[in-house]
T-cell receptor
Framework: GAGVSQSPRYKVAKRGQDVALRCDPI?????LFWYQQALGQGPEFLTY????????KSGLPSDRFFAERPEGSVSTLKIQRTQQEDSAVYLC?????????????FGDGTRLSIL | AQSVSQHNHHVILSEAASLELGCNYS??????LFWYVQYPGQHLQLLLK??????LVKGIKGFEAEFIKSKFSFNLRKPSVQWSDTAEYFC???????????FGSGTRLLVRP
């Protein structure tokens, strides 16, 4: 498709399990962003990639969160030893170039529930 | 700290009523400003954006927003809402030398037919 694709759409995990969330950006988009959206809140920035380089990971809440984009296209957000406070919708967005004049295109998100 | 405030969390209007949603940000430098909309069951979509030039910007579906630099505001307006405008609206700000968008907490709009 033409949009940003995220999988799975829903993920339920037990506390302590590791999870991996996938993002397929729009083809050719240089920039890729991950956001976390808690219930009733706006998206909060987690990390940013320009091609395969992770240029900003200042929003990752702990060292249990790890993101990669090894070939500059698909990205994976991994959460280790999940906690209940990790329950949220995880959004991926991509934009065509690296400058701020490019709007970000969002995927449908992955809704993560930690039991 | 840099932040974006949306003061109206829930708004209920009747069809044909006028809409204004407030957005304020706290940052003294150069900003790019956005409004995104999320219709029920759908992903975030760009409604309109301001980068420079005319502070009154027009977006899709009859929406417009005005950037008032002195007030650090970027309020969203629509003269006459429709039932199909029922959605959640997010203001977002891109602050210079930053890669990230900072979002407000969103405003849920319900338009009664």
């Amino acid at each position: 498709g033409a949009g940003v694709s995220q999988s799975p759409r829903y993920k339920v995990a037990k506390r302590g399990q590791d999870v991996a969330l996938r993002c397929d950006p729009i083809s050719g988009h240089v920039s890729l962003f991950w956001y976390q959206q808690a219930l009733g809140q706006g998206p909060e920035f987690l990390t940013y990639f320009q091609n395969e380089a992770q240029l900003d990971k200042s929003g990752l809440p702990s060292d249990r969160f790890f993101a990669e984009r090894p070939e500059g296209s698909v990205s994976t957000l991994k959460i280790q030893r999940t906690q209940q406070e990790d329950s949220a919708v995880y959004l991926c967005a991509s934009s065509q170039r690296e400058d701020s004049n490019q709007p970000q295109h969002f995927g449908d998100g992955t809704r993560l529930s930690i039991l | 700290a840099q932040s974006v405030s949306q003061h109206n969390h829930h708004v209920i209007l009747s069809e044909a009523a006028s809409l204004e949603l407030g957005c304020n940000y706290s940052y003294g430098g150069t900003v790019n400003l956005f409004w995104y909309v999320q219709y029920p069951g759908q992903h975030l979509q760009l409604l309109l954006k301001y980068f420079s030039g005319d502070p009154l910007v027009k977006g899709i579906k009859g929406f417009e927003a005005e950037f008032i630099k002195s007030k650090f505001s970027f309020n969203l307006r629509k003269p006459s809402v429709q039932w199909s405008d029922t959605a959640e609206y997010f203001c977002a700000v891109w602050m210079d030398s930053s890669y990230k968008l900072i979002f407000g907490s969103g405003t849920r709009l319900l338009v009664r037919p």
